[in-house]
Each structure stands twice: as C-alpha cells, then as structure tokens.
C-alpha cells in the first residue's frame, strides 16, 4: 500500500506570500493528483501529474519522480485560496488511489 | 453537463436505519468511487468499481454494500447503520484516459448517525 504524507499539516501565510505544500509517498505511481477543498466541502481536482511542471494561474505543480516528492506552490496568495489541499497517487488500476491527509491553508487578508 | 450527482446532500439515521446514498456521472467514465472523510484523516476507499457490473471492496467496506447498475450510477447502501458510520461521504469518477486522467467529485453527504 502506498503511504502518502503531506506536509504542512496546518498553515498560515498572510496575503501575498508564496506558499509551498509538500507530498511524499513510498511507492511508484502513475499519476498524482492535487485536490483542493472548500469550507463548504466540495472538491475538485487542480493537476494531475506524471512528471515534471504544470501551471494554471498563480498555482504552479511539481513532481521528482525519483525521489518521489510532489510540491504545490501558490504565488501571490489570497485568502480565496483558504482551503485544503489533497495530495492522492494513482498505481494505474482502477482501485489505487491513496489520499494524504490534506493540508489546511488558511491566508490572511 | 453536470459531472457527478451525488444525494442527499445531509441525512440524520438513527441506529439501525438503513439508507442508500446514489450517486450518477455522466461522463462516460468506467471508474467509480465511494469514500469516506472523517476529521484528520485522508479519504478512505470504501468501495470501488472498475466498470459497469463489477465491484470490490476497499480499505473500509464492513457495514456498506454498493451497486454498480449501469455505466452511469453507483450506489451506496447501509443496511443497519452505526453511530461509526457518522461520516461525510463523497462519490468520486475518475477518467483514465493515460494522458489526461482527471478525478472528478460528488458535492458530498454529510450523514450522522445517532
């Protein structure tokens, strides 16, 4: 079983800085995908990822397969971006896709 | 196009209850999911199915059963729900086509169980 650990579990950054979450996991995969979550509780999918970069807006996604790491970064931050954010990795099969525990982000006008 | 349909949105059971929980996508996509989200821990698969007629278990199904009647919908039941069972459960599709695959959500349902 893939284990899937993010951090930081919690974080607060005040509007403007650029933030970085991070994800690691123990098993090779065939994707990996950034989720992000409301406080209303809704979720919805930012990237997914097989390697290298990719880019939508002020988010940008990164993966090193090698070394198993996968990082969010939001530039210019705004409390709009307040949510969780979700790491989860994909085997390829259709059962294999194992979550991280999310991390709380919370930006500050 | 509306993605995945998931009802009710809140549902309150007393120990016992039974309840189905449905969920619809209408994406085409063979790949559906059932999980569960309790505080401080990740989603947990409770059932998953690959495609229209199968089903299987996944990390957490004791206590649910789940059908996969056609491409579309996917179903989720508790027969004799337990206060353990108080949850927020989210549907989930997934495209898998290799280049582009998507996981796509159901607005979730919080359900308690008293």
């Known amino acids: 079983k893939n284990e899937v650990e993010q951090s930081p579990q919690n974080l607060t950054a005040q509007e403007g800085e650029f933030i970085t979450i991070n994800c690691s996991y123990s098993v090779g995969i065939s994707a990996l995908h950034w989720l992000q979550q409301h406080p209303g509780g809704g979720i919805v999918s930012l990237f997914m990822?097989?390697?290298g970069k990719k880019k939508h807006g002020r988010l940008i996604a990164t993966i090193n397969i090698q070394e198993k790491h996968s990082s969010l970064h939001i530039t210019a931050s705004h409390p709009r971006d307040s949510a969780v954010y979700i790491c989860a990795v994909s085997s390829g099969s259709a059962r294999q896709l194992t979550f991280g525990s999310g991390t709380q982000l919370t930006v500050l006008p | 196009n509306a993605g995945v349909t998931q009802t009710p949105k809140f549902q309150v059971l007393k120990t016992g209850q039974s309840m189905t929980l449905q969920c619809a996508q209408d994406?085409?996509?063979?790949?559906m999911y059932w999980y569960r989200q309790d505080p401080g821990m990740g989603l947990r698969l409770i059932y998953y199915s690959a495609s229209e007629g199968t089903t299987d278990k996944g990390e957490v199904p004791n206590g649910y059963n789940v059908s996969r009647l056609n491409k579309r919908e996917f179903s989720l039941r508790l027969e004799s729900a337990a206060p353990s069972q108080t949850s927020v459960y989210f549907c989930?599709?997934?495209?898998?086509?290799?280049?582009?695959?998507?996981?796509?959500f159901g607005s979730g349902t919080q359900l308690s169980v008293l």
């Open positions: 994406m085409n996509h063979n790949s």
């Open positions: 989930a599709s997934r495209s898998t086509i290799a280049t582009n695959e998507k996981l796509f």
């Open positions: 990822l097989s390697s």
